[in-house]
């Protein structure tokens, strides 16, 4: 039997098809916690606008009853609140039920807090706990809260999830005789089987989806380089106006990643298939331990029993 029939009828005996899997499981076991993380965090922020408006209600005051309190004189109120700052920006409302907010700075430490216009009194921090949460929660998914490294981490994470799409991918296939009943999941009795059977049927039919974002995703993280194929691709004259084919595939790329396009019912699609890598990732971490950690640590046990046989009967 050649290797092509092997694979249309027993791909599971074939070498390569098992080395595809030993790199597939320790990929997803090395880079688990990071797709989880993206995972979650990218399907909460399908909704950063609505969150933002709804943690982000400003403070009211009641106007009077005296005259508001000069600029120099807010200057002198959050002096005295905190003396170690300096006060470097005012920031005035126009509606007069609205407090002022002060931009305070001692070195490369800023500290920003409303006031009461009309009594002076420091009203606390203009961002709510939860609202901070979701900045917070975008710095996370957006550099790993590292900056320009985090960045990097990020597209090493995107590389890595392509990976193992892959490799899914090729390991998914059971056989012309069994492909149709690996896309669902069957009343199996067996739970190692069960877990397979959801394992992968999640993958196969969320596969396109993790693609789309580990792709979207590296360039998010190195845009330049994207752009720079772009150039290398398609060279225009810097005073064309034209928008290119890759300008356009750039520009969906990023807004797929977010899934804020056309409404609720692309935002309901994105957050079912955004938890499909962490679904995946709590099967593969099972599949890990029955197979890998398990074995192991009762071999370790055969072993240390044995040795303390060999021990005792030394002893005698």
Known sequence: MSSWEKWLT???????????????????????????????????????????????????????PGARMTVDELKQVAREDYPEYETTRIYERQNLDEPVEILLERGPKKLQRLFNPYTGADLGDPLRPGFRFILWLADLHDNLLHGKAGLRWNAAGAIFTILLCLTGLIIWWPGIKHWRSSLTVGNEENPKGLNWALHSALGFWSLAFIVMWGISGLYLSIPESFNAVVDFLEPVPQSSKTTRFGDQVLFWLSRLHFGRFAGVPVEIIWTIFGLMPALLFVTGTLMWWKRVLRRWMRRRIIDEAETQSADNSLGA
Not at 15 to 41: D, E, K, N, P
Request: hydrophobic share 45%.
């Open 10 to 64: 027993r791909p599971q005996t074939l070498w390569l098809r098992r080395a595809l899997f030993q790199v597939h499981l320790w990929t997803g076991i090395g880079v688990g916690l990071y797709v989880l993380s993206m995972s979650v965090s990218g399907t909460v922020l399908i909704y950063r606008r609505q969150l933002a408006k709804e943690l982000s209600h400003e403070t009211h005051i009641a106007a009077g």
